[in-house]
C-alpha cells in the first residue's frame, strides 16, 4: 500500500517568508510526528498528534512554528518567518496506536528539504 | 536525561566483516519498546525492529540480528557479512509510558562498508 507522503520534497524560501511543508500519513494510522533532522544530526522530536487528542506540541522549538491535522487525516507544518537556522529536513512519521494508546513502530516520509536563504 | 544512546559516532568495516552497533537506553518503566532503523543515503528512514521489554528472545533476520539485554539496558544490533548496501546511518529509539508516544532516538551511527 501507498506509504507516508510528504511534499514538497525540496523548498527553497527567503529568509522571512512562511512556509508550508504538508504530510499526508498512512491511510488507518492514527498518530502522526513531524521532526526535524538537521545536517548529519539525529531526529529532533517537533510534535505529535493522535486521534482527536490535543496534540504534543513540546519539541516545537518557538511559537513560529506551529501545525495542524485537518479530518485526522493529512497534516501541514507551518514554520512563519523562516530563518536560516531552519534549513532541515522535516520528516513526517505516522503509526498505528494499540489498545493502551502505545504507539507502534513509526513510518516515515521522504522528508522535505527546506533551504532558507 | 538522555534516554537512548549510541556511541558510536562511525564505523567503517571492509565487506564480509560482521559488525556490532551499540545501543544503550534509559526508562524507569518497566513496559517499553524498542527500535531500529536503517537511514540510506536516500534519505528516508526504515524501520527494521520493534522489540518489547517483556520479550528478551533474541532475534535474527536474515543477516541482522538484534541482542536485547535487560540487565544493561542494551539493544545492539549485529550485521553478519556485511555488504555494501548496509552503508547507512542506523538510529535505535525508545518508546516508555513516561514519553507518552513520543520516541526517543539516539543520535545515530552511520556504518560504512567498504568495498
Known amino acids: 500500500g501507498a506509504g507516508v507522503s510528504q511534499s514538497p520534497s525540496n523548498k527553497v524560501t527567503e529568509k522571512g517568508k512562511d512556509v508550508e511543508l504538508r504530510c499526508d500519513p498512512i491511510s488507518g494510522h492514527t498518530a502522526l510526528y513531524w521532526y526535524r533532522q538537521s545536517l548529519g544530526q539525529g531526529l529532533e522530536f517537533l510534535i505529535y498528534?493522535?486521534?482527536?487528542?490535543?496534540?504534543?506540541k513540546s519539541g516545537l522549538p518557538s511559537d513560529r512554528f506551529s501545525a495542524e491535522r485537518t479530518g485526522g487525516s493529512v497534516s501541514t507544518l507551518t514554520i512563519q518567518r523562516t530563518q536560516q537556522e531552519d534549513s532541515a529536513v522535516y520528516l513526517c512519521a505516522s503509526s498505528l496506536t494499540l489498545v493502551r494508546g502505545r504507539a507502534l513502530e513509526q513510518y516515515f516520509g521522504p522528508g522535505t528539504r527546506l533551504t532558507v536563504t | 536525561a538522555q534516554k537512548v544512546t549510541q556511541a558510536q559516532t562511525e564505523i567503517s568495516v571492509v565487506e564480509k566483516e560482521d559488525v556490532t552497533l551499540d545501543c544503550v537506553y534509559e526508562t524507569r518503566d518497566t513496559t517499553y519498546y524498542l527500535f531500529w532503523y536503517k537511514q540510506p543515503p536516500s534519505g528516508e528512514l526504515v524501520f527494521l525492529i520493534r522489540?518489547?521489554?517483556?520479550?528478551?528472545q533474541n532475534e535474527i533476520s536474515g543477516r541482522y540480528s538484534w541482542n536485547f539485554q535487560k540487565s544493561t539496558s542494551s539493544f545492539n544490533f549485529t550485521i553478519t557479512a556485511s555488504q555494501v548496501v548496509d552503508s547507512a546511518v542506523y538510529f535505535c529509539a525508545l518508546s516508555d509510558s513516561n514519553t507518552g508516544n513520543q520516541f526517543y532516538f539516539g543520535t545515530g551511527t552511520s556504518l560504512t562498508v567498504i568495498p
Open positions: 522489540r518489547n521489554s517483556f520479550d528478551e
Open positions: 498528534f493522535q486521534g482527536n487528542s490535543a496534540p504534543d
